[in-house]
């Protein structure tokens, strides 16, 4: 059973960091991209930052790009997504994703696995 739990969110000053990790369990190592999406209070979910299973294709949504990085320790089952810079419009719930044979990795419809999700909330 496969299972992706999300660690790291919760209250920050606008300017500051985060660091989110995903751990997952019960899928082949070097075997699956993973996928951060957020979704805010009354929006539609939107992807942020992706990585394939070996780390190396990486994705990021414009918004978010050079102020986050994701990157992943495959020994430890592990999808790590450093945040900085955060700002307001970064408030959300951001839950990872796990997908085997995902070929684009921003279409979140492509991933077969997601965790509960985690909150992230920054404070002007």
Partial sequence: QVHLVES???????????RLACAASGLPR????VGWS??????EREF??????????????????????ISRDNAKNTV???MSSLNPEDTAVYSCAA????RFLRRLEEYDYWGQGTQV???S
């Fill in 8 to 18: 790291g969110g919760g209250l920050v000053q606008a300017g500051g960091s985060l």
């Fill in 30 to 33: 070097n075997s699956y991209a």
């Fill in 38 to 43: 957020r979704q805010a209070p009354g929006k």
């Fill in 48 to 69: 942020v930052a992706a990585i394939s299973w070996a780390g190396a294709t990486i994705e990021y949504a414009a918004s978010v790009k050079g102020r986050f990085t």
């Fill in 80 to 82: 790590y997504l450093q």
């Fill in 99 to 102: 997908g085997v044979g995902v």
């Fill in 121 to 123: 909330t920054v404070s």
